[in-house]
């Protein structure tokens, strides 16, 4: 941050709100810097201050629609048990109550308009489209999805230009319904001349050391509607399963259990209701996956299709394996526990674990200004090369350090390290700037004694958990995008090959030697 300049949240989100009304009301060509302040009631000189080019204060308020076209009808998709409820939660987002407005309309075209002259513009608009479509073929064949994608967005801008002639419900429902019922072009995937019986996996019934991790032959588990049942490709070793192989996991954790709380791989059937197809590559993580129900070191897991994510990508499985759980621990503890945007500065506490790293190049990639800190400053290069900006070595010296960088306060933090480490977190950022705890690499859960005044005056603390939901479908096809492109830097700290390197995955994680995602992979290729 610059001392002696405005540093007002609320008064930048004044701003973006006030160019989508001026864009909304005139037509993108008449967002100009004059025009916008006029709208938004501030001073003409600060608006270069919080947007120092008017091409990017634009793509900045079109992306504030962007978390609007998902929550719409992702929610009625994601439920929909049949085909009938399918096409029931399309027409609701087609014209009814979960469409968007007609300003919202309004706006997305201005989008594309803007999109043939601004290449940021561009790729937000592409971004967009396939947020769509990646949500669709969550529960559609490709093809279909692809179809119904083209037509949602036809009929969209039909009801933009025809505001007196209303789309029939009954001719949306009998079209859809005309999509849903044709078979998928793809040819269908060589099926198995005989389904095995039983799979490898590692199988605990109590605390066993790393070398007891061995693989065993158990049933393959059998398919309810709604579910989902993946051949499992590759898949990150985690702490909480060390944790839990120790046997010191909290009650939701119940033996006997395959571990395992993420994974990638291939749908390898669908139960009743699902509509994804076998082959389709899917990323699964959470919903008590490895705690409650078995989870990923087998050769097959089974989860409901509301924990599935779809996506396309020429990536590795030994890369993709990485992404599951800390890319939506990190998405969501920014997007959802920080409300983080771009131009702000960000302090991220523990930053060299998988998630600190991964955070890092998340908030670098939106445009945030990134603080890290580790206690080894042997790693100061690593977290500048994921995305930091400034590092920082986390002892009695931070928080004057952090003042000297940024005198006003930040206007967010992830704390990675501890509870316990809070207070000082806290004590960093502005009033109306936001703190999220996120996890305890310490081990210190909780603050003795704890008292709410701890927390500033104005500064807000938030905690983040998460779940499967909070990494959409649209956001995780983005984040692969950027992989292919080399724009977003993932650390895998290693591969090994196969379940009979669990026990070796788990010895190396626990002594913390070389900072990454370790992942197993199973493919052959």
């Known amino acids: ?71 719409r009808f992702a929610a009625p998709l994601r439920i929909a048990s049949t085909p009938d409820a399918t ?22 075209n201005e989008l594309y308009h803007y999109a ?18 990646a949500l669709l ?20 801008s039909y009801r933009l230009f025809h505001e007196d002639v209303p789309l029939d419900q009954s001719m949306v429902r009998r079209a859809y319904r005309a999509l849903l019922d044709v078979p998928p072009t793809v040819t269908p995937p060589r099926r198995r001349p005989t389904v095995p019986e039983t799979m490898r996996a590692i199988r605990l019934t109590g605390p066993i050391t790393p070398n007891e991790l061995t693989v065993s032959q158990v049933p393959i588990p059998d398919v309810e509607p709604g579910q989902v049942r993946i051949r499992v490709m590759a898949f990150g070793v985690n702490e909480s399963e060390v944790t839990s192989r120790k046997g010191e996991s909290g009650p939701d954790f119940t033996l006997p259990r395959i571990l395992g709380i993420e994974a ?73 526990g920080l409300h983080l945007q771009a131009g702000q500065h960000v302090l991220i506490r523990g930053g060299t674990s998988t998630v600190g790293l991964t955070a890092i ?36 010296t931070l928080p004057d350090a952090v003042r000297e960088l940024a005198p006003d306060g930040l206007d967010a933090a992830l704390e990675f390290v501890s509870a316990t480490a809070l207070p000082v977190t806290l004590s960093l950022v502005h009033p109306g700037g936001t703190v999220c705890f996120v996890g305890a690499l310490n081990g210190e859960w909780t603050i003795p004694d704890f008292s709410p005044f701890t927390i500033p005056t104005g500064v807000r603390l938030t905690s983040y958990a998460g ?48 900072p990454g995602k370790r992942v197993v992979v199973l493919a052959k290729a």
């Open 1 to 71: 941050m610059r001392k002696g300049k405005p540093n007002d949240p609320e008064r930048r989100a004044r701003i973006l709100s006030a160019t989508l009304e001026v864009i909304g009301s005139e037509g993108v060509h008449a967002a100009s810097y004059r025009r916008i302040a006029a709208q938004a009631g501030v001073p003409l000189g600060s608006m270069t201050y919080y947007f120092p080019d008017l091409d990017g204060l634009i793509v900045a308020a079109f992306e504030t629609l962007q978390s609007e076209l998902e929550p």
């Open 87 to 108: 096409v029931e939660a399309l027409v609701s987002a087609t014209v009814g109550a979960t469409s968007p407005s007609i300003a919202d309309v309004r706006l997305y």
């Open 361 to 396: 190049a998340l908030a670098h990639q939106l445009g945030a200004t990134v603080i890290a800190t580790t206690r080894n400053p042997g790693r100061f290069d690593l977290l500048k090369q994921v995305g930091a900006d400034q590092t920082l070595l986390d002892d009695a």
């Open 264 to 336: 990638v791989g291939v749908v390898d059937a669908a139960g009743e209701g699902v509509h994804l197809v076998p082959g389709q590559k899917v990323a699964t993580m959470m919903g008590g996956l490895g705690r409650s129900i078995d989870g990923s070191y087998a050769e097959y897991t089974v989860v409901d299709a509301a924990n599935v994510i779809p996506f396309d990508t020429d990536l590795p499985w030994g890369v993709v394996g990485a992404l599951p759980e800390m890319l939506q621990t990190a998405h969501g503890s920014i997007t959802a």
């Open 467 to 514: 779940d499967a939901n909070d990494l959409p479908a649209g956001a995780l096809a983005q984040y692969l995008r950027a992989i292919e492109a080399g724009s977003l830097d993932i650390v895998v700290a290693r591969t090994y090959a196969g379940l009979d390197k669990v026990a070796e995955a788990q010895h190396d994680l626990e002594s913390g030697h070389r």
């Open 137 to 156: 073929r969550g529960r559609l064949p490709d093809s279909a999805a692809r179809a119904v994608d083209a037509l949602m967005w036809g009929w969209w």
């Open 116 to 133: 043939a002259r601004s290449t940021r513009a561009a790729d937000l608009a592409r971004a967009v489209q396939e947020e769509s479509l």
